[in-house]
Structures are given as C-alpha cells and as structure tokens.
C-alpha cells in the first residue's frame, strides 16, 4: 500500500485543506504515516503569513527530502503560491501547487511518477473566481466539525499579504454548504464551526444571497447543536446577521471580531475600514442581543508609527471592550506588502513591551468574563482528558461562549455536550461539576415552576 505523510503550517484553514487532500489520497488506497517516517509522498501545506512562515516552510521541504530522497515531494500552500519560482528552486522538490488546483494533485503525482520531470502548476490566483472544492467528511478531532464556506479577501490591509497568496473572495455554493453540514451531523459531529480566510465575507460575491441566509438555512439542520463563526469581522455584522442571531437557539454565544489596533490613525495606516467607535458600538450591538456573550480578539502591537499615546489610546479602549480574551501578535515585517515599507518601524523592545501589557490585560479580562458564570451552568463539549497535574483524569472541553472548562466525568462523556455547574473561574481553563440526570430533571422542573 502507497504512503502519504502530510506537515501542515499556519492557520486552521491550512488544516483544513490537508484534510481535504488526505481524503483525495485515502480515496486512492493510500495510508497516512507520521511525517518523520519514510513516505512514497511527502505533502507540504506552507505558510506565507510571515516572513518567518516562508523560512519555516523551506526547513521542513528540506527535513522531508533527506528524509527519503526517492520520495516525491508536493508542495501547496501560501508560500507556493506566492514563491513558486522559489519553491521549485529546492532541491528535491517535484510538485509545486499553489492554492488552487489541489484536487488535481493525484493525476499530478502519477504524472511526475511516469515522467519523472519536475512540474510547476501554480496560476495567478487574481484571476480565480471560482470556490475550489475539498470535502472532509471527517477529522481527527471527532468534536467540532469544521466547515470551510469561502477563500480569499478583498480587503488589502497594509500589513497582510494574503490576498496575494489566496485571491479575492470566493464564496462556495449555499447547496454545497448545507450538504457537507448535514454529511458532518451524520458523522457525529455536535458542532460545526465556519471557517474561511475571511468567513464573515460570505455571500458578498453572491447575488440576493448572504452570510444571514446561510446562518437561517443551517440553523435548520437537524441533529445540529452549534453554529460557531470563525471570525467576523465588524463590519460583516449587519442588521440581517444580529437578526439571526437573536432568533437562533444554535448560534455560539462566542464571536471572534479582529481589531488589531484600538486608535483611528493607527487603523486608518493598517488600512482597516472600521474606526474604533464603529467597532464598540458594533459590539454593543451584539451584548444587547447576547448580554453573557464572549468576544475574542486579535490585535497587532507596534504598528509602524505607532506612538506611545495612541498605544495608551488603544489600550484604554480594550479595556473598555471587556473582551473575553485577546490574541496578541507583534508586529512583523511581510515583504511585500506597504507597511514593510512604512517609516518608522518600532524597535523591538518597545513592541515586546507593550506586547506583554496587553497579554497582562487579557489574562484580567478572561479571568473577569470567567467569573460572572461561576454558580451558572453551561453546556460543554470535553474535546479531551487532562493527563496531569491537579485536574488530572478529568474531561476538558469548550462551552458554547468559548470558555474552556474541566471537569470530573466518566469517560462515555468524551466528545458528548454534556451540562457542566461553573464551580471555579481561571484564566486558560475554569473548573465545574458535570450534572447528574436527577439534577438536571430538578433544575428543567425549578425553571418551569
């Protein structure tokens, strides 16, 4: 039997796809071995997001050549589709395929073994409109299902050079959408969750349809528990979509909003189309509608130009936001793109400064969010079992509001929503106590008296 052996940077997307093109390769009597065993092939999914993503990409091309030398070595992903010059340049590379055309991937491999001469696919991407289709029926991960409905951007922020390695925004067909939901719930999955490179764009290359409908369309999937979006940004949260949300029972009270930066002029040089007062009262909005709601963040610290007042600025006005949670990245330099090129870069050392002022704030922020439901019970998927330390036996998962929660259960709990009393609020992971049927009969009957 032939092997496969997959290495996957960058983001869940990127995951994702791997899925996608493993299903392609078992379909062909394929097995997958681990990616530092000897493989007949070698698929490298590449990251571009950085310039440290480009040299992490070659390292690992490089690992699997020496690995087995007889191998043949496909190459996909953002950095394939940006560099492919650069990428069929390394020795041992046989198969360059960028971020389309990956469903061809087999005919490309049997070719290569027929002619032995090296093959270089990539096309401009610019000029793709159509959404590429990649199923995946199933995931190691048997908790959340996730569910790719778009692929690129249109927005061409200073700082990111993603529409360049994935296109303008494509959306995938509603009917696709809905058929490989309801093939997820059919394979067990309690939780699907929406992902794309600019998820909450959906629907926007669409006529007369939008994110709004699609939420409607599988809200009313049978045996689905939870809807979560990925990401959205605050300008994708229309009337339509809070309307959905109000009426939803399915809907994660959880949603990512990116802010990157909390002070006008530092959004308005990283070119995002929203000013922070925009962004506060769209989030506003959505605690009108869910008051317990969680909102995570993403945040980009020392922004070219960036000045400590419009950092202090920033700081305030996140704090105001009580988010549930914020990722914090230093600024890092992308070749390519306009803020590489900016004036005054910030030396590191002020970055990292303020990089752990604002994890500081976080941690406050989570710790805050996880103390309001202490006492409340919230209905968890564990999605694991902690092997060590204090909490060591018992079952861990995500709530619908994204807070991670453990607790003591009986192992035919794994992987089943299960409803858990918040006994202890922490940081990373809160503490509860699963409820018994008898408990959960008394609180159904004390609700209804």
């Known amino acids: 039997m032939p092997s496969v052996a997959f290495h996957t940077l960058g983001c869940k997307v990127n995951y994702y796809e791997s899925e996608g093109i493993w299903q392609l390769f078992k379909n062909e009597g394929y097995e997958q071995t681990d ?38 070595v496909c190459v996909t992903g953002c950095y394939a589709q940006t560099a492919p010059a650069e990428v069929a340049s390394i020795p041992g590379v046989d198969i360059v395929i960028g971020t389309q055309d990956r469903d061809k991937i087999l005919p490309l491999v049997h070719r290569f073994r027929k002619e032995r001469e090296p093959i270089n696919v990539v ?87 939008s994110l709004a409908n699609l939420l409607r369309e599988l809200d009313g999937v049978d045996g689905l528990e939870r809807i979560r979006i990925s990401s959205i940004e605050a300008s994708q949260i229309t009337d339509d979509v809070l309307d959905v949300l109000g009426n939803s029972s399915k809907l994660c009270r959880h949603f990512h909003v990116p802010l990157q930066a909390g002070e006008d002029n530092v959004l308005r040089r990283m070119r995002r189309k929203y000013t922070a007062q925009e962004y506060g009262e769209k989030i506003a909005r959505i605690h009108e509608i869910f008051p317990d709601v969680g909102i995570t963040t993403d945040v980009i610290v020392g922004f070219p130009g960036e000045t400590n007042e419009q950092f202090e600025e920033g700081y305030r006005f996140m704090k105001e936001m009580a988010f549930s949670e914020m990722h914090v990245f230093p600024y890092s330099k992308r070749t390519g793109t306009p803020a590489a090129r900016m004036d005054e870069q910030i030396e590191e050392e002020i970055k990292m400064e303020r990089v752990h002022r604002l994890i500081d704030l976080s941690e406050e922020m989570q710790l805050a969010y996880a103390r309001k439901f202490i006492g409340r019970v919230l209905e968890v998927i564990p999605d694991r079992t902690i092997k060590e330390g204090p909490l060591a036996g018992c079952l861990a ?44 009969v008394a609180e159904a009957s004390s609700t209804q008296g």
């Open 35 to 72: 990616f530092e065993s000897r493989a007949d092939v070698y698929v490298i999914n590449t990251c571009t997001v950085t310039n440290t993503g480009d040299k992490k990409s070659r390292q690992i091309i490089r690992r699997a050549v020496r690995r087995n030398p007889d191998a043949i």
């Open 123 to 209: 096309r401009n991407i610019m000029k793709t409109r159509e959404f590429e289709e990649l199923d995946v029926p199933e995931f190691e991960d048997r908790t959340r299902g996730f569910l790719k409905i778009q692929e690129g951007c249109n927005n061409f922020c200073t700082f990111c050079i993603i529409p360049w390695s994935r296109g303008l925004l494509r959306s995938r067909r509603p009917e696709k959408v809905l058929q490989q939901a309801r093939q997820l719930v059919e394979g067990g999955y309690q939780e699907i969750v929406l992902t794309g490179i600019h998820t909450g764009g959906y629907g926007e290359d669409l006529e007369g349809y």
């Open 397 to 440: 998962g995500y709530a619908d509001n994204y807070m991670q929660v453990a607790f003591p259960a009986e192992p035919g709990q794994l992987r089943r929503l299960t409803r858990v009393r918040v006994t202890e609020a922490g940081v990373n992971e809160s503490i509860g106590a699963a409820l018994d049927r008898e408990a959960i």
